[in-house]
């Protein structure tokens, strides 16, 4: 953690800086990050899981085979019969992650992919003591193993499932009659291998979660203006990309507000550089305020140049948003005894609004709204043009 201290202090506060900072030791995050870290991981171990439950299918087949060889006796038909039955479990949960669209179920039907072949094993192989007490049960092992390491469980989860297995499996011994030393030795291997899995499965989630964070972090950090949070220019030029598509299927208009503060130059030079700073992100709030829809945007372009895009409204409705952001702005009541138009700090608006359906580009609203704003600046700034 402490080579992240650094430079996570200059992008604080931000929840994934924040967790970063504090440490997660227990493997645990505050709780919307904890839920969106499990949502990532339900997307991320979709494939893992198809392809851990194939290879299990698999294993689980040779095995089968394998009991034909070791136990002679009646009773390789019940460890057939107990092996069947897992498959039939097994088959339904592969069918189940195939469609895969039982999302909602990844973590039930992951655990019954270890709980049904390791409570399956554990029979199978006492029932087999009962004629051949050397028949191999380190294969318990191989399915400890595989809720650790390969079907994308947490750690809590891996180890409750595991814990069950082993539990499972000395009730079905005790039952079956195996000498107790014999089980007591059979159990410690199981338990050391246990405790080599719960390690690795440790630092393997705790290094899930540290990639999770950082690579989240580094998203925001590429999309978003560090001073106001707002989104950078980068992100606003994708989106207005995306939106201008989605307004022209769904035929609705797209609307922009470029807002730039007015002499801002002359309050830098009068207060310094940092009440500069502190303006800029209480007009960052003000536009951030305005944007709360979904699909809506607030922009920091560059220097004290912003800009506000509005999904499926009419110009009129975007010229009363940006009268309204005027006004919020005023009511801050910010002091600017350098300014040539108020006594406040106050901002000018060029507002623009188009249909994509009806043709034309998408550069065209930005155009149209730079035009907007020159003349909004030329009448006198503090004002909103469209
Ligand atoms: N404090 C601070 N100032 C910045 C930042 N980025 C740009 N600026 C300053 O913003 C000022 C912009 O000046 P101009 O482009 O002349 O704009 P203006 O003074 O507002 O003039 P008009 O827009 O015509 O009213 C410059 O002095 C820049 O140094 C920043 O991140 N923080």
């Known amino acids: 953690m402490t080579t992240h201290q650094a430079w996570l202090d200059d992008v604080r506060p931000n929840p994934y800086a924040d967790q970063l900072a504090s440490g997660f030791r227990r493997l645990r995050f505050v709780r919307p990050l904890e ?38 006796t009646g009773e390789r038909w019940w460890m057939l019969t107990i092996r069947l039955g897992v498959l039939a479990l097994l088959l339904v949960c592969a069918l189940l992650l195939a469609l895969r669209r039982h999302t909602h179920l990844l973590v039930p039907l992951s655990l019954t ?26 294969g318990l092992l191989l399915i400890c193993m595989a809720a650790y390491f390969l079907v994308g469980l947490r750690l809590s989860e891996a ?98 507000l470029l807002c730039d503060i007015d002499h801002f130059k002359a309050y830098n030079d009068c207060y310094g550089h940092q009440a500069g700073d502190g303006v800029l992100r209480r007009v960052g709030a003000v536009l951030s305020d305005a944007a709360r ?31 309204e952001l005027r006004a919020a702005l005023a009511a801050l009541n910010i002091r600017h005894e350098r300014s040539e138009t108020a006594a406040m700090v106050t901002m000018s608006i060029g507002v623009a609004s188009m249909s994509p359906g009806d043709g034309g580009e998408f550069s065209l609203l930005y155009e149209h709204a730079d035009r907007a704003l020159y003349e909004a600046k030329a009448f006198g700034r503090n004002q909103v043009v469209a």
């Not at 997307?43 to 089968?64: C, M, P, Q, T, Y």
């Not at 270890?114 to 049960?137: Q, W």
């Not at 989630?205 to 560090?226: C, G, N, P, Q, T």
Request: proline letters at 3%.
């Open 159 to 256: 180890l409750a499932s595991s814990l069950v297995v082993l539990l499972g499996y000395v009730g079905f011994e005790l039952l079956s009659g195996l000498p107790i030393p014999r089980l007591i030795n059979n159990v410690l291997f199981l338990l050391f291998g246990n405790l080599m899995g719960l390690v690795g499965c440790y630092l393997l989630e705790y290094k899930s979660r540290e990639h999770f964070l950082i690579s989240r972090l580094m998203r925001v950090l590429a999309e978003r203006d560090s001073l106001t949070s707002l989104h950078n220019r980068r992100s606003f030029n994708r989106q207005l990309e995306r939106l201008w598509r989605q307004a022209q299927r769904e035929q609705l208009s797209l609307a922009l």
């Open 113 to 138: 992919c270890i709980l049904a072949p390791g409570l399956g094993a554990a029979a199978v192989v006492a029932v087999a003591h009962t004629v051949d007490p050397s028949y191999p049960y380190e």
């Open 293 to 323: 829809r979904p699909l809506d945007m607030a922009v920091r372009l560059g220097g004290e140049e912003f800009a506000v895009l509005l999904y499926g409204i009419s110009q009129e409705q975007a010229l009363q948003h940006a009268e």
């Open 35 to 72: 839920r969106e870290y499990r949502l990532y991981m339900q997307d991320d171990a979709f494939d893992l899981k198809r392809i851990a439950l194939g290879v299990g299918l698999l294993v689980w087949l040779a095995f089968a085979a394998l009991d034909f060889f070791l136990i002679a």
